[in-house]
């Protein structure tokens, strides 16, 4: 069982930053695909970023390209996501998730809110 657990979110303006982190339970947190997903409300919930363990790639949602990286720290447990000129779009629940195969994502955290005001 892997626990996962978001921190970082917040209330910023249009145009700032946040840094969002999730830290991960287990040793092996080095094979583990670290997504990042968000939810806003009434929508469903979306894939934002992911960091993949086999090819060491990462990728984006179009949505967010150029403006949010995913990094990760395999010494920390860490996987993060930094998020530049903010929108209010991105005003959600953002999820971090693990996988260790496959294309589904088989551990979530709880959630962490942001919201951006414009």
């Known amino acids: 069982q892997v626990q996962l657990v978001e921190s970082g979110g917040g209330l910023v303006q249009v145009g700032g930053s946040l840094k969002l982190s999730c830290v991960a339970s287990g040793r092996i947190f080095s094979r583990y695909t670290m997504g990042w997903f968000r939810q806003a409300p009434g929508k469903e919930r979306e894939f934002v970023a992911a960091?993949?363990?086999?090819?060491?790639?990462?990728s984006y949602a179009d949505s967010v390209k150029g403006r949010f990286t995913i990094s990760r720290d395999n010494t920390k447990n860490t996987v993060y996501l930094l998020m530049n000129s903010l929108k209010p779009e991105d005003t959600a629940v953002y999820y971090c998730?693990?996988?260790?195969?496959?294309?589904?994502?088989?551990?979530w955290g709880q959630g962490t809110q942001v919201t951006v005001s414009s």
């Open positions: 998730a693990a996988r260790v195969g496959g294309l589904l994502y088989d551990y």
């Open positions: 960091d993949n363990r086999i090819d060491g790639r990462t």
